[in-house]
């Protein structure tokens, strides 16, 4: 079992997703938008922090910058989810500190699959 911060502003989307991690026997805290999730994770530490890219307050990227300037939460595992699915986009993300990158759609199935080969 992994503990995982699941940051996604949309409210669906966020449900299904963390219903399909609970049921693979992961811990999940969610936050709606990137500064719940910046407060998390000062609180906590993950295994995982799984970031929409496209957030209010803090986008994905921002929140992102601000861990990686933490030195405590420096080394934490992001993975990033996107709509924006251009390589330019990607490389952003990997560039602002994400370690991998998921583009939107995918099926929980699919968000399973990937955290658990994160994970492993």
């Known amino acids: 079992m992994a503990r995982l911060l699941l ?3 949309e409210e669906v989307l966020r449900m299904l997703v963390s219903d399909t991690l609970e049921d693979d ?9 990137g500064e719940e ?4 994770i000062m609180a906590h530490d993950y295994d995982l922090i799984v970031l929409d890219y ?6 994905g990227l921002e929140v992102i910058v601000k861990v990686r300037a933490i030195p405590e939460k420096k080394h934490s595992m992001i993975l990033m989810l996107s709509a924006k699915s251009q390589v330019s986009d990607q490389r952003a993300a990997m560039d602002a500190g994400a370690d991998y990158f998921m583009a939107k759609p995918f099926s929980p199935i699919q968000l399973s699959e990937k955290i658990e080969e994160i994970l492993k």
């Open 25 to 33: 026997g992961h811990e999940i805290d969610e936050a709606c938008d």
């Open 54 to 59: 496209m957030m209010p307050v803090f986008t």
């Open 7 to 9: 940051a996604e502003d």
């Open 37 to 40: 999730a910046l407060n998390k």
